[in-house]
């Protein structure tokens, strides 16, 4: 279905976002991708993208929560165009308008005690109806109630007919209000519940456009009949655009859990390695598409980006396929920049310089930043190299010997480039009678303590001649490993 943006335009309103985490935990990544597309789609449409914390859960929100989302929405390269809405800090405004709904008889006091409640839940267990509110303090007077009683305000939803959507991601859905109760607006300490909270503080915030899960999509039809109760009673409170997007699954079908994996966009980020425009454009590609592009800049992703370009289905998580995706973008990073995120993962003092000097061919053979920091580790290894069983393997008495000769041949090497070390030893290679590996091989493994590396004639140049000769006369000279 295609958006709606371009109706609410031809109105004259700006395209208004809203991403809103209740900071309870870290960045979920799910909600990292509802937070990217709010964004983009208002960048796209040249409207503003807004961020409100909803932190009226007072017991479960946490500093270190509203930091977590905070820093994970920055690495992820998403501002926003006004300072943060502290939901809590806004309660006094939410009790405004259930006031202004009582007032105007859109809402009503229920006195009804927690041991009423629960004997009307329990019958309708036992005549297996669904558990609703029933309405009995709907049209009662509330004269009836005990002088000084507790009491919470509910909307006045509904109850006949039925109500609508048309949701620019799910199409037209409709609801029976009969399906729907007479929901608590405030509590009977006074605070506000989510429900009404959010639909405020949308209105307040001038949002048009609620893009979020799919799993909020009954929350629209419960919270519709406030804003329409609020046009009534002062006009100006238009119902918002909806856009319910599917939820990510795993790869085996199943909601995307922590058995799946990281769910925490910080683990993506400081335990995993990936770049933040990798999880990005994964993410914009999880759930939204356009023709065959897989790699998308940031410029090319607010270009193209609509709703209309959300599928109905939910998205499979695919770790390989985000690995993949980080590998293409590492190879694009800029070396220096690289450098710097590797440098942070190398113990004791090192050269950034030489790092920088080795992102070209380190890069090539890593997906993630862990293992580009292990493939640059043997820059900085200190001399004897530890070596790993495999690397050990190769050096056998008569591999040791062959170093001893190559040692001999690069120490008479003047030109210490690429093509000149690389004539030499093949020329020493087709000397012995040798294939180019019985040589390279044991090399690698003098120079790296390991049997992968970059190309061995790269690996000569970075550690330069002297670090080299050493590494290569050390393992030349000593006693053969036990076989």
């Not at 909307?155 to 007479?182: F, H, M, W």
């Not at 456009?209 to 329409?228: E, M, S, T, Y």
Request: hydrophobic fraction near 40%; aromatic fraction near 6%.
């Amino acid at each position: 279905m295609a958006s709606s943006a371009s109706g609410i335009e031809a109105t004259g309103r700006q395209v208004v976002t809203r991403f809103a985490p209740s900071p309870t935990g870290f960045l979920h990544i799910g909600g990292a991708r509802t937070a990217l597309f709010n964004w983009l789609f208002s960048r796209h449409h040249g409207g503003k993208a807004l961020l409100r914390i909803e932190d009226t859960d007072r017991a479960r929100s946490t500093q270190e929560a509203i930091y977590a989302i905070l820093s994970g929405l920055e690495w992820l390269g998403l501002d926003y165009d006004e300072p943060p809405v502290f939901q809590s800090q806004r309660s006094a405004r939410h009790a405004e308008v259930a006031d202004m709904l009582l007032a105007n008889g859109q809402a009503y006091r229920c006195y009804a005690t927690s041991e009423e409640l629960e004997a009307m839940r329990e019958a309708q267990r036992a005549a297996k109806q669904p558990l609703r509110y029933d309405g009995r303090w709907r049209d009662r007077d509330p004269a009836d109630a005990p002088a000084g009683a507790p009491f919470v305000v509910r909307i006045k939803a509904p109850n006949e007919g039925e109500a609508v959507i048309e949701d620019a991601v799910q199409g037209t859905v409709r609801v029976s209000n009969s399906e729907l109760d007479d929901y608590i607006i405030l509590r009977s300490d006074g605070t506000p519940t989510y429900m009404l909270a959010v639909v405020v503080d949308d209105h307040d915030m001038g949002v048009t456009h609620v893009i979020r899960g799919d799993d909020h999509l009954n929350n629209a039809f419960r919270q519709l009949p406030i804003i329409r109760a609020m046009d009534e009673i002062e006009g100006g409170w238009p119902d918002p655009v909806y856009a319910h997007i599917p939820l990510i699954h795993g790869a085996d079908g199943a909601k995307l859990s922590k058995r799946h994996g990281a769910l925490g966009v910080e683990a993506y980020r400081d335990e995993m390695g990936i770049l933040p425009e990798a999880l990005s454009n994964y993410l914009l590609r999880l759930g939204w598409g356009y023709g065959d592009e897989e790699v998308i800049s940031r410029d090319r992703a607010i270009e193209l980006f609509d709703i209309s370009g959300v599928g109905k289905s939910p998205s499979r998580f695919d770790l390989a396929k985000l690995q993949n995706m980080n590998g293409i973008y590492l190879r694009e990073a800029d070396d220096a920049r690289l450098a710097a995120l590797v440098a942070a993962q190398i113990p004791g003092n090192v050269d950034t310089g030489l790092l920088q000097r080795a992102m070209p061919v380190l890069k090539v053979r890593a997906k993630d930043l862990n293992e580009l920091a292990e493939s640059a580790a043997f820059l900085f290894a200190s001399r004897p190299l530890e070596m790993t069983e495999k690397a050990l393997g190769l050096l056998d008495e008569e591999a040791r010997d062959r170093l001893g000769l190559v040692h001999a041949r690069l120490a008479a090497q003047s030109d210490w480039t690429i093509e000149p070390l690389e004539v030499s030893v093949k020329a020493l290679a087709e000397e012995l009678g040798l294939g180019l590996g019985k040589l390279a091989q044991p090399l690698r493994a003098a120079l790296t303590g390991q049997t992968t590396s970059p190309g061995i004639f790269d690996v000569l140049v970075l550690l330069g001649r002297e670090e080299s000769l050493k590494r290569i006369g050390a393992q030349a000279s000593a006693a053969a490993a036990p076989q």
